[in-house]
């Protein structure tokens, strides 16, 4: 892929500053390829998707967390470009659907070879997801994990979020419609699934396939925190489905009917609606698949 141009958008401060230290990394090893690339440091929250947005460049590379790709990808999803990614966050759960390295040298070597993989990616209103989006408990503990990652590696920050969330969190009543059927559901949580797995290996939905045209939605029904707390180790190894509370669907789309302010957890990235704005949002596959170097 010697004719073609890269540029590595990179975040600074993934992985509690790991990702600074992959600039002289990258520029270490691609000084010595016959290829024309361009290096960017992001300087505030939304700056990796603005770069990407005007690059010229063909090949996008994310250097950094899930944070820093689902960014990127909200940049390039209607473009013709293609997405790299060299891992540097806590979590990194992205790169466990492709198989994409977590060691830099590694991630750069698969970049340059150039192998192409078509992949899904989910939308939410105005934004896009890359590998999973959810409502409920899940989110509130993405929100509270992304202030405790400043302290902890991405699962410790996932289980010690939980702890603290858990006991504030009630049940949410959600009005869903999939297909022609409407459903009232009592929900601890709801995952709307491109990838596997998220919060640093809880694979939540063990089956989910990147380029089948579906998501995988895993519903985790109203029951006891400590029934929850019994549940929620199990998810790292996609044990939770033989619970009766848990359900699994595919779809290519579903619509969440909005009553009360909610927070959707998009890649680890949070918003936070209202009925105001929004009284219902679909969540679904987006018409176009991107290409993914893995």
């Known amino acids: 892929m010697e004719d073609k141009t890269y540029l590595f958008i990179v975040n600074p401060i993934s992985g509690n500053g790991k990702g600074s230290r992959m600039v002289g990394k990258i520029h270490e090893v691609m000084k010595d390829k016959k290829t024309v690339y361009r290096l960017e440091v992001t300087k505030a929250k939304g700056n990796a998707k603005e770069i990407a947005m005007n690059a010229s460049e063909d090949i996008i590379v994310a250097v950094g967390g899930d ?13 013709k470009k293609v997405l790299g990614v060299i891992p540097s966050g ?9 198989n994409i390295p977590v060691e830099a040298d590694k991630a750069i070597e698969i970049i340059l070879k150039g192998k192409e993989k078509e992949i899904n990616i989910g939308k939410v209103f105005e934004h896009y997801f890359i590998n999973i989006a959810s409502v409920g408990l899940d989110a509130q503990i993405a929100s509270e994990a992304n202030t405790l990652k400043k302290h902890f590696n991405g699962t410790y920050a996932y289980i ?29 949580l709801m995952a709307f699934c491109n990838g596997r797995s998220y919060g640093g290996g809880m694979k939540i939905a063990p089956e989910a396939d990147m380029s089948d045209d579906l998501m995988d939605i895993c519903i985790v029904k109203k029951m006891s925190k400590l029934k929850l707390l019994i549940l929620f180790p199990t998810i790292f190894k996609g044990k939770h489905l033989r619970f009766n509370e848990v359900e699994m669907m595919k779809t290519s789309k579903i619509t969440l009917f909005i009553k009360d302010p909610l927070k959707i957890n998009l890649d680890g990235e949070i918003f936070t609606i209202s009925k105001e704005e929004y009284e219902f949002i679909d969540f679904k596959i987006f018409d176009h698949k991107i290409k993914v170097l893995c």
């Not at 960014?71 to 999803?77: C, K, L, Q, S």
């Not at 806590?90 to 492709?98: A, C, E, P, V």
């Not at 010690?160 to 601890?188: C, E, G, H, P």
């Open 90 to 98: 806590t979590g990194n759960d992205f790169i466990r659907n492709l």
């Open 67 to 79: 944070g820093t790709i689902n960014e990127v990808v909200n940049g390039i999803a209607q473009k």
């Open 160 to 188: 010690a979020a939980l702890i603290k969330v858990l006991f504030s969190f009630r049940y949410m009543k959600l009005v869903i419609k999939n297909s022609d059927k409407t459903y009232v559901l009592d929900t601890m």
